[in-house]
């Protein structure tokens, strides 16, 4: 954890770190390629998961404790002693190195495929209820005003499209973007 002039505030060692998340009670949620972990403020581990049999691309902790986990292409939620609750196929993969999906207020996931130049807004039984093209789209956000800020690294840009898929706004960068929030 950094503070905005960059000094170091805590840190806790990972294999193979590819996304964090601080929690509300001060636990620190950490995704690597091998596995799932929670560490208490001291950096103990409170909670352990690995797939079997296969690599995580990203995932995310929500309030009620459930994660949403992506492993090569598969999208699961996991109750928060870590049991399989659903999954699906997403047809297409997330970019390897800070590709992203959020899981909306709505419980829907939103996904940048990469491996097709897709947005995709599922359910979970799979379904694609909402689609745009997006070349290359490495990392996705929605806004509250219901338009979706994407992050293009490999187009070193970041985008934001409406909901019909239109491109409204786009800022090119300096070196290749790897997520990107609205404050």
Not at 7 to 35: D, E
Not at 159 to 167: A, L, N, P, R, S
Request: proline share 4%; hydrophobic share 35%.
């Amino acid at each position: 954890e950094r503070d905005f002039k960059g000094n170091i505030l805590k840190q806790f060692p990972a294999a193979m770190p590819i996304a964090c998340q601080r929690l509300p009670n001060g636990s620190t949620f950490i995704v690597t390629r091998q596995q799932l972990r929670i560490v208490d403020r001291d950096g103990k581990d409170a909670f352990t998961w690995a797939p079997q049999a296969s690599t995580i691309t990203t995932a995310e902790r929500l309030r009620n404790g459930q994660i949403a986990v992506v492993t090569l292409g598969r999208c699961l939620l996991l109750d928060p002693q870590g049991r399989e609750l659903k999954s699906f196929q997403m047809g297409g993969s997330l970019y390897a190195l800070g590709g992203n999906i959020e899981v909306l207020a709505n419980g829907r996931i939103l996904a940048p495929l990469y491996s097709s130049n897709t947005l995709a807004e599922f359910d979970w039984t799979g379904n694609k209820l909402w689609t745009a093209n997006v070349n290359r789209p490495t990392a996705v956000t929605r806004l509250a005003n219901g338009n979706t800020l994407v992050t293009c690294s490999f187009g070193s840009r970041v985008v934001e499209i409406d909901k019909q898929g239109q491109e409204i706004w786009s800022y090119a960068t300096d070196g290749r973007p790897y997520h990107a929030r609205r404050r």
